[in-house]
């Protein structure tokens, strides 16, 4: 929302400078983005005359002037402007000025032999446009020696301010000085907007065709003026409009442009010859089209609400009017249109058709609904003084709603919510001057809520009125109880986890990256995902339509630009959430990473000592596992199974699991999905879901010592057992590490050998087992028996003999 000083000056009487106005706007809620002051920039340049523009003795195409700056003797310019000439009134900088628009400092300098010192300057030079044909060629009763800022009326600085959902009455001018008076800075102007009385009754009838109960439309008023002349609007309404941004069109339109702006009322004006028959105000019919004035053809629907002749469709209720019925200076007879429309229709109707304006964004947060009358007579007074012309009696179809809300509001709930001790007295003060009714005394009022105010609902609402004009910053200090004497944990396991793999993930080589949540219809498919229910219905892009199944499709695409641009050799990780359906428990958190080419934990690229060799599975399943280790899973009793996704190598890939529960997924991405994702491999990856993450157990109440270390040595055996080809590792070695759990504390496969005295379809698997003796030292019978244990359990899980 944007408005300049002046035109806020139009509804508030007040000498608050503004510093004051802008630091008050941000502390009522109003918060001031920026603040433009093209004062400033254009304090250094005055109005200059120009006395003699004699021919430059080296130069066919400039002229020496001799400039009265107003300010002593006159000074020499050399111009090279083809409208240079004597007797006419430009803009004069002196030398050391600042030119804004080139963004040159002004030196004395000469120019093909004659000294110049200063310049005469276009309107791109100032910063106004980009008109640069000639210098600036001001009337001649301008006055020299003038600042030409504040002759222009340049000097008038434009407030920026954000304008929260809630708060529909502040997208006006009006309802931002009446905030303003409300915290003290002035008076508020609240003039009652007089009837403009009519000559007759409006030719041109309005039905409002709805089923009963359809409320998109309470109420539509509807005047014709005749007689109107049509053109550019006054310079006052031109400035006013520029300086917020807005492109003058003509009288009739800019009028309802500066309402919008002023008071919060959109209207719209149709050119009464080119409307054919009454109107009728309805849904729009399957298929219908409409010329819009931005010059697009929108195709509607029956959830639309239109206004229509006998010709059809002429306008988006509330949203955009129509090319066909729009003014022009052409336009001799006017009908001027005040509506109320339902906001959900109107929100609902912009995004469908993608269409934007400033009416639409007002009517979809709400509007005053007692102005619809008020509005449509301050427009027809401001038609009668800038373009003539004599109007009918207003019309209107519908009810204008006048609901009356009153809250009972204790007084005491400003001081209960927000700590803030305010008097009585002040807070009907305050309320009223907001345009809340207060009537009744004592400890409870009854406030009743103005038609503007929409966002006021109960007693909380209320108490927020009065702190923010009484201030914020007044609200005193508590410092918060300390409940327990040692802070209790304040993030959940999950959040817990998710911070733990990142720091490891880190600690091993990786980088974070963030990529987007969703991928292109093919990477869905191929990685598990491309249903119907989780495809975008308005994509930001054509590549980015469905919400990812996985983190992968993402880092492999920025891993291999990396790669493109020389990075080759940086492994990329991700925690994040991840789209297995559209019902909230199918919304996973999923740490990922993945590598390429050489990028292995132990070392990348090549080096005089030895090159690291490409990556493999086993460097996926390392970093899977330290993620599981760091979220806490039992990695001891994890298992790997075979039955990867599709997108991942068959072979050289597995799935991490904890009995029925899958952990997640890690191996060499598949060649199928490297060519969908169009990346150079190998690369490998990795996937695990934190909330699968089994919790950990509750500790028991006797409380354990926090580290038992024993102080013997541990004792290490090796045994290389032959079992099938089609023996898994895994099932070997739960069965030696379950043999004897009181004294085996680790087991590890060191060696698998297929050869000579190995028969075919078998193979040697080599494992190394510690024992960890607690309280004495094992005699070689024990650590015989031990072993025994290990051969006897080994045998019966895998059919596996001890090699000789």
Not at 377 to 405: K, N, W
Not at 475 to 485: E, G
Not at 659 to 684: C, Q, R, S
Request: proline share 7%; with cysteine; net charge negative.
């Amino acid at each position: 929302m944007k408005f300049t000083l002046s035109w806020l000056k139009d509804h508030l009487e007040t000498d608050a400078s503004l510093e004051t106005i802008v630091s008050t706007l941000t502390m009522i809620g109003l918060e001031v983005e920026e603040v433009t002051d093209t004062a400033t920039a254009l304090a250094p340049f005055v109005i200059a005359k120009v006395i003699s523009a004699d021919q430059h003795p080296n130069a066919d195409r400039l002229r020496v002037c001799m400039v009265d700056t107003g300010a002593g003797d006159p000074v020499q310019v050399v111009c090279g402007a083809p409208n240079a000439r004597a007797g006419m009134t430009g803009v004069f900088a002196a030398p050391g000025t600042h030119v804004p628009g080139t963004g040159v400092d002004l030196k004395i300098g000469a120019i093909r032999g004659v000294e110049s010192r200063g310049m005469l300057l276009s309107e791109r030079e100032l910063g106004l446009s980009d008109e640069h044909s000639g210098i600036i060629d001001l009337p001649d009763d301008a006055p020299k020696g003038t600042p030409y800022a504040a002759w222009a009326g340049l000097d008038d600085p434009v407030i920026e301010i954000a304008i929260t959902p809630n708060r529909a009455d502040c997208l006006g001018v009006s309802g931002v000085a009446r905030d303003l008076a409300a915290a003290g800075l002035g008076t508020f102007k609240d003039a009652p907007v007089p009837a403009v009385p009519g000559t007759g009754p409006c030719p041109v009838g309005v039905t409002l065709s709805f089923p009963e109960g359809d409320p998109l439309c309470p109420a539509f008023a509807l005047r014709k003026v005749t007689g109107v002349k049509n053109g550019p609007s006054p310079e006052w309404l031109r400035n006013r409009l520029t300086a917020i941004g807005l492109r003058p069109i003509n009288a009739l339109v800019d009028i309802t442009n500066l309402l919008t702006y002023d008071r919060n009322r959109p209207l719209h004006v149709f050119d009464a010859a080119k409307v054919k028959g009454d109107l009728t105000v309805r849904r729009a019919k399957a298929g219908e089209t409409v010329l819009a004035l931005d010059g697009r053809t929108y195709t509607l629907d029956e959830t639309m609400c239109v206004i229509a002749d006998e010709q059809g469709v002429e306008s988006v209720a509330g949203v955009m009017g129509g090319e066909e019925t729009g003014c022009s200076e052409d336009t001799t007879e006017v009908l001027i249109e005040s509506a109320l429309w339902d906001p959900l229709s109107i929100a609902r109707t912009g995004r469908a058709l993608n269409l934007v304006s400033d009416a639409r964004f007002r009517f979809e947060r709400g509007i005053d609904p007692a102005f619809t009358l008020p509005g449509i007579e301050l427009a027809t007074a401001l038609v009668m003084e800038l373009c003539g012309g004599t109007p009918s009696e207003v019309v209107l179809a519908g009810e204008v709603p006048v609901a009356q809300h009153t809250v009972a509001f204790p007084v005491a709930e400003v001081e209960r919510l927000s700590g803030l001790a305010v008097p009585s007295e002040r807070i009907v003060a305050i309320l009223t001057a907001l345009g809340f009714e207060v009537a009744g005394s004592g400890d409870t009022l009854d406030v009743t809520v103005p038609s503007w105010r929409a966002d006021v609902e109960g007693k909380a609402d209320l108490v927020e009125e009065v702190v923010r004009i009484v201030g914020v910053d007044e609200i005193p200090t508590q410092p918060m109880p300390r409940l327990y004497p040692v802070a209790r944990k304040v993030l959940t396991p999950l959040q817990v986890r998710t911070r733990q793999a990142r720091r490891t993930l880190a600690a091993r080589g990786f980088v974070e990256a963030i990529t987007w949540s969703f991928v292109s219809k093919p990477e869905a498919d191929a990685f598990g995902g491309g249903a119907a229910e989780l495809a975008l219905a308005n994509p930001i892009a054509s590549d980015l339509s469905d919400m990812r199944p996985s983190q992968v499709p993402g880092l492999v695409r920025a891993l291999q630009k990396n790669a493109d641009r020389g990075m080759a050799d940086q492994p990329l990780f991700e925690v994040g959430q991840v789209f297995l359906g559209d019902r909230p428990e199918d919304q996973k958190t999923a740490a990922t990473g993945v590598r390429r080419g050489t990028t292995r934990p132990g070392g990348t690229g090549r080096h005089w000592s030895g090159n690291s060799g490409p990556v493999d599975a086993f460097d996926a399943k390392a970093d899977a596992l330290a993620v599981l280790a760091a979220a806490g899973a039992p990695v001891e009793r994890v298992q790997v199974t075979r039955d990867a996704p599709d997108w991942m190598h068959p072979g050289r890939s597995g799935t991490l699991r904890l009995g029925p529960i899958v952990l997640g997924h890690f191996g060499e991405l598949h060649p199928t999905a490297l060519g969908v994702l169009d990346a150079d491999g190998p690369v490998v990856a990795f996937e695990i879901h934190l909330e699968a993450v089994p919790a950990a157990k509750a500790k028991p109440t006797k409380a354990k010592p926090a580290l038992t270390v024993s102080d013997l040595m541990p004792v290490r055996r090796d045994f290389a057992f032959v079992v099938d080809e089609t023996a898994e590792a895994a099932d070997l070695l739960r069965a030696a590490r379950g043999a004897e759990k009181n004294l085996i504390t680790d087991v590890d496969v060191f060696d698998v050998y297929r050869g000579t005295g190995i028969e075919n379809g078998k193979k040697s698997v080599a494992i190394e087992i510690t024992l960890q003796p607690r309280d004495h030292t094992l005699t070689d019978e024990e650590i015989d028996a031990v072993g025994e244990k290990v051969v006897a359990a080994v045998s019966k899980a895998t059919g596996g003999i001890l090699r000789g």
